[in-house]
């Protein structure tokens, strides 16, 4: 199991929420691979703390569905599986048109220029070939446009789905192939929203989506199919 420290940055959290926040952060960017056992006694060890709060940590990641438990094991990094990726990208495939189109509507002068330079940053994060920093870009200019929707119920559902969607996200930028067509998706997304286009800017996001989707799956495939061998 990987060295890591725990992450608190809030003094005032309880000390279940600041080791289930690390373990979380830890399994979202993948320094807990998919399928690594949590071994109570050793992640106590390495953080420092008793068994009680892993304990109830690993019941809250076991509910959001990163952490399985097995019979005879116990509990294990949740492996990324072609139904999961489905299930999640299906769901946020439709609210990210929502909150395009909302954007188109709704976006201020301040705004767009931030999605402008959001695009301009990705593009500059795979320049410098860091998967966790590509990956944080597109976080951050997703962000952006969700906030531009002026919708606080679907950034709240969003922001739920988008924790869970990181470690697919994360995946897919670790191959350097997909960057070219990552900044041009970016790029339409951007001028559909700045055109006011609704219609342009929802299917550019679903395509968007739908292209991660596909990588990701292939990725899924491609690693099992080396496994069986």
């Known amino acids: 199991m990987k060295e890591f420290e725990i992450n608190n940055e809030n003094d005032y959290l309880p000390l279940r929420d600041v080791v289930f926040n690390t373990l979380r952060t830890s399994i979202l960017t993948g ?37 399985t438990m097995i019979p005879r094991r116990g509990a294990e990094v949740a492996q990324i599986t072609e139904k999961n990726l489905r299930d999640v990208l299906e769901v946020r495939r439709a609210l990210d048109a929502l909150a395009v189109e909302l954007a188109c509507e709704r976006i201020t002068e301040d705004e767009l220029a931030e999605l402008k330079k959001a695009c301009e940053n990705f593009e500059l994060e795979t320049k410098r070939g860091n998967a966790n920093q590509v990956a944080q870009a ?23 789905l988008s924790q869970q969607m990181y470690r697919y996200r994360l995946e897919y930028v670790k191959d350097e192939a997909n960057y070219k067509r990552l900044i041009a998706e970016h790029r339409v997304i951007y ?30 495939t491609s690693a099992s199919g080396k496994t069986k061998r």
């Open 31 to 67: 320094e807990l691979k998919p399928g690594e056992r949590l071994m109570e006694i050793h992640l106590a060890d390495k953080l420092g703390v008793s068994r009680t709060p892993i304990r109830e940590a690993i019941r809250k990641l076991e509910l959001e569905g990163l952490v």
């Open 138 to 160: 597109d976080v951050e200019l997703h962000d952006i446009i969700l906030k531009a929707s002026g919708n606080e119920r679907l950034m709240q559902m969003i922001s739920k």
């Open 191 to 220: 001028e559909a929203i700045r055109d006011r286009d609704r219609q342009t800017g929802a299917e550019a996001i679903k395509n968007h989506i739908d292209n991660q989707e596909k990588a990701v799956i292939r990725m899924i």
